[in-house]
């Protein structure tokens, strides 16, 4: 298999561009997701309706924002395994902050988002600093997350039925206002604005250049005068910003913090990530390939529940088409 | 000695691709003869010893085992022919104790070979040695002996494949004093046991005393084998260094400015780096000779903020500089160019812009780090077009191109940069011939706009050629200055060679 373009671009010198990898396994993951959507739409008539799609989109917003959060880090060749708990420490602290102590819901939020700031913020500090391995540092950090989490909230979920309108941070359609009947919630919208921004953060300035620069050789980029400490230090913060966000949304949308869920979302954000084309040695990866991997995950669990697959089941199926990404991208890396 | 051959290798010839690394190589080993391999780095000593070890494969040539021709297609069948190495970098797993590294992969077992026979283990590793006559507990862990120990353990385990040939690389590289009468000692017991020993060494004196032969290689070719007792210490060097220097047009490099630029003083890393000071001067090529091992990257690594010394001072333009990280060498405009280039010089993966931007980002980016893509696009077109790197464009990825248009790229990111102290650890290592007078060339023009260099170097004609002055490094000393006037491969060689004496402790 030849990786060029056919009749396609051609540099100055008149050799084929060969496409970047990244774009090659994104285009892969694109096709994969049309492929998906094509099938589950012949499969089932209920597949492609308009409240099918935005219940699916529905469902891909937090692991979405999770899964933008975590490609930072795993481009740097890192991992986070505490974005899951984290995610829900952020959600109880913002019913903390706007319940327990009746803060006004925009600061609530704010607060909420700083939580998965400053847990991002100490992982990176002891992977810095301590120089203990990301997985382990973050390892840690899930637990504590997870533990604080129960402390806080006492075990029990927090609800936001004093303050009504925090619900609508999710389940409200600001579009719905601006253009009647087309009725997709803020969630949706929330998890796209966050795509946008993570993309132009990652491909247009100059932390984006450091993440890809670490995970491309660490080492060389220390000794080219980078402070790899600091900037390792932001690329595991700006992972936590994300994850806070994706407690606020999860909080909202089920208009409770519950203290209990939250594990094992860390790996369903890297599955994406991983679906999405970014290479867990680092160095590579895409905002716009987490996004379909995401949305190939949401789909597909729809889809097999909408064919009436049990649930069980699904998870098998998902395992595998992980299995199968990543065995594409080795694939195509050996052929080179 | 006056033992039975053990080992003739005659006319042996291997090339790489571009290098013919030996031409019509001669070795031979007699049984109770320690028989030295001389010569300077790149002259075919590891090579000549791994065809023998069935790590690579000549091309020409025969060599014959007791007499009868053999082939050694790899490394298993010399261990099976009783052929081991001792390298350098020892290879022993730490957390496992001596006399389970001694038999690792051959563990004696019992009761249908379901567990490890623990007691005969410890049987075996006790008669080996006793052989040797060696006090060692065999149940102590690896990680808690010295390294002259280990080095013990390491000839027990080669002498438990029933070695009669032992080849040691460097084998008192690491060793103190009395550690290395130690290391004597067996060497004298095994060659009463008839054991062969071939023992590659730089140092002279060590040389003197412990070998019986010396075998001289010279740039890939056989020099000579003569008696030890028979030569002198100069004769051997002159044999080494023998070729005739090529004065390729030593350019009259404008004197350099008396002006300093950086001064190192009294720099201390545990013992890798021992008080070294010097100087560099404005539009200066400063030289660094030494042997392998001597300490060279180490000092420029410390130099660079790299790796983290216990003393020391610098000073850049005359102020006092802390430089605890390369992110502070960088800021004070010193820039390293590493020996490694695909591990620490540049990033394999990525395109020619971003290698050569990646050490001033913060120099190419806006309000609110948006980073100026055009500006950097602008910038590596004007270092292609200056260093003359031959590349597609600017986007072509680095792993592309050739190893001396790697390095342009190197020497790029730090001209981006505008870094007018630059580090040069074997500028042209892995480059091929024509490229090399091409770095040269670059070298003299950065020197003549006025930056000042540090040129590490294992080639003696490469250093002659190039520097102003020349520092050269022994056992993480500087054991010497040499002006370019004064400086001649045989006067590097000495210093080199030249081992400090340690107290008596």
Redesign the interface.
Known sequence: MKLTLAGSKA???G?PVQLKSGALQQLLAFTSLVVLVVFFSLSSSNFFGFSNIVGILLSTAVIGVLALGSTFVIITGGIDLSVGTVMTLSAVMTGVFITFWGVPVPLGILGGILTGAFCGLLSGLSIAKLKIPPFIATLAMMMIAKGLALVISGTKPIYFNDSPVFREIALGSLLNSIIPGFKIPNAVLVFFLAAIVGAVLLA???????N??LG??E?????????VDKWKIVIYTITGVFTGLAGVLMASRLNSAQPALGMGYELEAIAAVVIGGTSLSG??GTIVGTVIGALIMSVLTNGLRIMSVPQEWQTVVVGFVILLAVYADILRRRKK | MNGKQLILMEGITKSFPGVKALNSCRFELLAGEVHALVGENGAGKSTMMKVLTGVYQKDEGRIAYLGKDTEIPDTRTAQDLGISMIHQELNLAPDLTVAQNIFIGREPRRAFKLFLDEKKLHEKVMELFRRMNLQLDPRKLVSELTVAKQQMVEIAKALSFNARVLIMDEPTAALSDSEIEDLFVIIEELKRNGVGIVYISHRMDELKRITDRITVMRDGTYIDTVRTGEVTTDQIISMMVGRAVYHESVPDAKAASEQVVLEVKGVNRGSALKNIGFSLRKGEILGVAGLVGAGRTEMARAVFGADPVDSGEIAVHGRKALIRSPYDAVKHGIGYLSEDRKQFGCMVDMDVKTNVAVASYGAFSGPFGFMKDGAIQVASEKIVETLRVKTPGVGQTVKFLSGGNQQKVVIGKWLTRDCDILIFDEPTRGIDVGAKSEIYKLLDELAEQGKSIIMISSELPEILRMSHRILVMCEGRITGELSRSEATQERIMELATKRVLKEVM
């Open positions: 540099d100055k010198a050799n247009k300035t100059i932390v984006g250049r450091y890809f620069a491309s050789n080492e060389a980029t220390r000794l080219s005068g980078v402070n160095g590579k």
